[in-house]
Nanobody, 125 residues
């Protein structure tokens, strides 16, 4: 099993920044792709970004491209999501996910095997 714990959420004004962290523990050796998703009230969970531990390839949803950056620290088993130029529409619960797959359809939530509890991000206008 793999446990994921997110942190770093909070309240920020539009145009501000936040950095989310996702610490993985347990049997992490078999997880190859890490992702961030978000879910706003009344909406479905949506893909935000993903990173492949091998090679460090990154992927982003169009809505966050150029504003968000995903990165990882293998030594710490931690993935980060740097969020800049935040907008009110970025308000959501952000979830970290870990998957035992390489590349391909990284945006599909069903490909991920483990999920964190989520951290709330609220952007005020």
């Amino acid at each position: 099993q793999v446990q994921l714990v997110e942190s770093g959420g909070g309240l920020v004004q539009a145009g501000g920044s936040l950095r989310l962290s996702c610490a993985a523990s347990g049997r992490t050796s078999g997880t190859y792709t890490m992702g961030w998703y978000r879910q706003a009230p009344g909406k479905e969970r949506e893909f935000v970004a993903a990173i492949s531990w091998s090679g460090g390839s990154t992927y982003y949803a169009d809505s966050v491209k150029g504003r968000f950056t995903i990165s990882g620290d293998n030594a710490k088993n931690t993935v980060y999501l740097q969020m800049n130029t935040l907008k009110p529409e970025d308000t959501a619960v952000y979830y970290c996910a870990a998957g035992r797959f390489y590349g391909g359809n990284y945006y599909l939530s069903r490909r991920y095997d483990y999920w964190g509890q989520g951290t709330q991000v609220t952007v005020s206008s």
